[in-house]
């Protein structure tokens, strides 16, 4: 997947097909946002406190383009947002955003 523009809707389209079209189900690093650092931690912030995306840090489970866990809560993954290097963790679709673009048939 190549560079994502710094716009809300954007990353989470790209996230979500990128999260679809793998055969693994595996995360978008966050570095992939053509941001600044600044507002690239401001905008997967956002889409965080929506409920739209989740992200892995890769400090409960080593590899962060693996979702071995359930999502840590929102409160906790916008604390490690503002306080962590954004060069390794991975963006996820959340079960909710999935279920307004996903057909269940699909995947039957």
Do not use: W
Not at 39 to 62: A, C, I
Request: glycine share 4%.
């Amino acid at each position: 997947m190549g560079a994502v523009n710094a716009d809300t809707e954007q990353v989470l389209r790209a996230v979500t097909e990128a999260y679809l079209s793998s055969r693994d189900f595996n995360g978008t690093p966050i570095r992939i946002i053509e941001a600044e650092p600044p507002h690239r931690r401001l905008l997967v912030t956002k889409l965080v406190r929506e409920g739209k995306l989740s992200v892995v840090f890769g400090d409960n489970h080593p590899n962060p383009h693996i979702k071995a866990f359930p999502a840590e809560s929102i409160e906790e993954q916008v604390r490690k947002l503002e306080s962590m290097d954004l060069t390794f963790p991975c963006l996820y679709p959340t079960p909710e955003h999935l279920a307004t673009v996903v057909n269940p048939q699909d995947y039957i």
